[in-house]
C-alpha cells in the first residue's frame, strides 16, 4: 500500500495528499500513519512544503470528519431507540445511558473529540456520537481541527525527520493501535457479559 501513497503523492502533490486523508477517514483501513509520513519525506526532500503537506492532510481529513458527522446527525439519536430498545445487549447500551453520554457531552465534548483526533484505530470513529448527540458544529469543528492538525503534524514530522526509515514510525504506532483495539474488544465483551436489560415506560 505504501507504494502506490508514495505514487500519488509524487504525481498529485497536495491534492493527492488531501484526497487520501479524505479516505483514510471514510475507510479506516487506509492509513493515516503511512499517508501523513510519505508526505513529510516528500517535505524532507523539499519536494513539497511541510506546513502546506499539514494543512492538505488535515484539510481532506475534515472533510472526511465532517461527511461523518452529518451523516450521524441526518440520523439522529431518536432514530437508534427503537434499535437500542430490542437489541441493546449487542450495542451494550441502553436508553438513560444514551441520555446521560448526551448530558455529559454537553460539558466535555470538545474534549472528546479532540483527544479522540490524537488516538490512531478509532480516531476516524469520534464524528459518529458528536453527530448522534447533536452536538454543536462550530464546537465539533474547533475540537476536530485542533486535534486533527495536531496529529498530521505529528505524523508528517515524524516523516519529515526519518526520511526514508519513516517505516519505524509503525514499530510504536503499531502495537499501539494493537493495543486499542484489544482494549476496545475487552471492554465490549464485558458489556455484554453485564449489560441489563431495560424495559422502556409503556407508551413511549
Given at each position: 500500500?505504501?507504494?502506490?501513497?508514495?505514487?500519488?503523492?509524487?504525481?498529485?502533490?497536495?491534492?493527492?495528499i488531501a484526497?487520501l486523508?479524505?479516505?483514510?477517514?471514510?475507510?479506516?483501513?487506509?492509513?493515516?500513519?503511512v499517508?501523513m509520513?510519505?508526505a513529510?519525506?516528500?517535505a524532507?526532500?523539499?519536494?513539497?512544503q511541510?506546513?502546506?503537506?499539514?494543512?492538505?492532510g488535515?484539510?481532506?481529513?475534515?472533510?472526511?470528519?465532517i461527511?461523518?458527522?452529518l451523516a450521524?446527525?441526518?440520523l439522529?439519536?431518536e432514530?437508534?431507540?427503537?434499535?437500542i430498545?430490542?437489541?441493546?445487549r449487542?450495542?451494550?447500551?441502553?436508553?438513560?445511558?444514551?441520555?446521560?453520554?448526551?448530558?455529559?457531552?454537553?460539558?466535555?465534548?470538545?474534549?472528546f473529540?479532540?483527544?479522540?483526533?490524537?488516538?490512531p484505530?478509532?480516531?476516524?470513529?469520534?464524528?459518529?456520537p458528536a453527530?448522534?448527540?447533536?452536538?454543536?458544529?462550530r464546537r465539533?469543528l474547533?475540537?476536530s481541527i485542533l486535534?486533527?492538525?495536531?496529529?498530521?503534524a505529528?505524523?508528517?514530522?515524524a516523516?519529515f525527520?526519518l526520511?526514508?526509515?519513516?517505516?519505524?514510525?509503525?514499530d510504536?504506532?503499531?502495537?499501539a493501535?494493537?493495543?486499542i483495539l484489544?482494549?476496545l474488544?475487552?471492554g465490549?465483551?464485558y458489556?455484554?457479559w453485564?449489560?441489563?436489560d431495560?424495559?422502556p415506560?409503556?407508551?413511549?
Amino acid at each position: 500500500m505504501s507504494d502506490w501513497v508514495v505514487r500519488l503523492i509524487d504525481q498529485s502533490g497536495y491534492l493527492g495528499i488531501a484526497f487520501l486523508m479524505f479516505l483514510e477517514t471514510v475507510f479506516p483501513p487506509i492509513p493515516s500513519e503511512v499517508i501523513m509520513p510519505v508526505a513529510g519525506v516528500a517535505a524532507g526532500q523539499g519536494k513539497l512544503q511541510y506546513w502546506a503537506v499539514v494543512g492538505s492532510g488535515t484539510a481532506g481529513a475534515m472533510l472526511g470528519n465532517i461527511v461523518w458527522y452529518l451523516a450521524a446527525r441526518a440520523l439522529g439519536i431518536e432514530r437508534l431507540y427503537p434499535i437500542i430498545d430490542r437489541w441493546g445487549r449487542w450495542l451494550t447500551i441502553t436508553r438513560p445511558e444514551v441520555e446521560r453520554a448526551d448530558a455529559w457531552f454537553r460539558q466535555h465534548g470538545m474534549l472528546f473529540v479532540f483527544l479522540g483526533r490524537l488516538l490512531p484505530t478509532v480516531r476516524s470513529l469520534v464524528s459518529v456520537p458528536a453527530g448522534l448527540l447533536h452536538m454543536q458544529f462550530r464546537r465539533f469543528l474547533a475540537a476536530s481541527i485542533l486535534g486533527t492538525a495536531a496529529w498530521t503534524a505529528l505524523l508528517a514530522g515524524a516523516g519529515f525527520k526519518l526520511g526514508e526509515k519513516y517505516d519505524r514510525i509503525d514499530d510504536f504506532l503499531g502495537p499501539a493501535s494493537n493495543a486499542i483495539l484489544i482494549t476496545l474488544a475487552i471492554g465490549y465483551l464485558y458489556r455484554v457479559w453485564t449489560h441489563r436489560d431495560y424495559e422502556p415506560p409503556a407508551g413511549r
